[in-house]
């Protein structure tokens, strides 16, 4: 049996590229191996948002948004406003929308310029789940993927008692390949900034 994969993606070294509609500019984060930014069936990024407008639209793909930096948005889906979208109380967790890649959506940010976090991925091949994590936890994960963003300052992840260090703001660490239960400790000097994604293949 082959043992699981560690990447650890590090922030200064994220590609930019423009957005499919031209209106902003995306570092990629991940996506799944043998993925790119214009084939995937999972993916990661961060984007810079400077002005209202369209999101691209990302067909046959699920969509999970969370505000990193700045005063926050408000999206309008298929014609409906969506409650605001902002960054959180200290101490609170981040909160995150889901919503269709297929959705016509529009964007209006409420004070500024803002830096959000996504995930896309194909609903048709994944199961996913994503949550934001405020303070030292533990936990396990059977899935076969497991992503761990630092939204904040240096953060330990501790994988069956190993420890990975993610040093800066928006580094990453990827488990990929994992067979059978995994134990995961997120700590912190401070105060822990941190979403951790899940991802499954649908059986075939």
């Not at 031209?22 to 043998?34: F, I, L, M």
């Amino acid at each position: 049996m082959n043992s699981p994969a560690i990447h650890l993606y590090r922030a200064a070294e994220y590609p930019r590229m423009p957005w499919r509609n031209g209106g902003g500019t995306t570092q990629e984060v991940a996506c799944n191996p043998g993925g790119s930014t214009a084939a995937f069936d999972w993916r990661l990024s961060i984007a810079d948002v400077a002005q209202d407008g369209g999101f691209s639209a990302f067909t046959g793909y699920q969509r999970i948004i969370s505000v990193l930096e700045g005063q926050g948005i408000q999206l309008t889906v298929d014609g409906r406003e969506q409650a605001p979208l902002a960054p959180p109380a200290p101490l609170a967790p981040r909160e995150a929308y889901a919503f269709s890649g297929d959705a016509k959506v529009d964007c209006r940010l409420l004070d500024g310029a803002i830096r959000d976090f996504n995930l896309f991925y194909a609903p048709a091949r994944y199961h996913a789940r994503l949550q934001w994590v405020s303070a030292a936890c533990a936990f396990h994960s059977d899935a076969h993927s497991v992503l761990v963003l630092n939204a904040g300052q240096e953060l330990t992840v501790r994988i069956n008692g190993a420890a990975h260090v993610l040093p800066s703001r928006y580094d990453c660490l990827h488990r990929e390949g994992q067979s059978g239960l995994a134990h995961y400790q997120l700590e912190a000097a401070g105060a822990v900034d941190a979403c951790v994604i899940e991802l499954q293949p649908r059986a075939c």
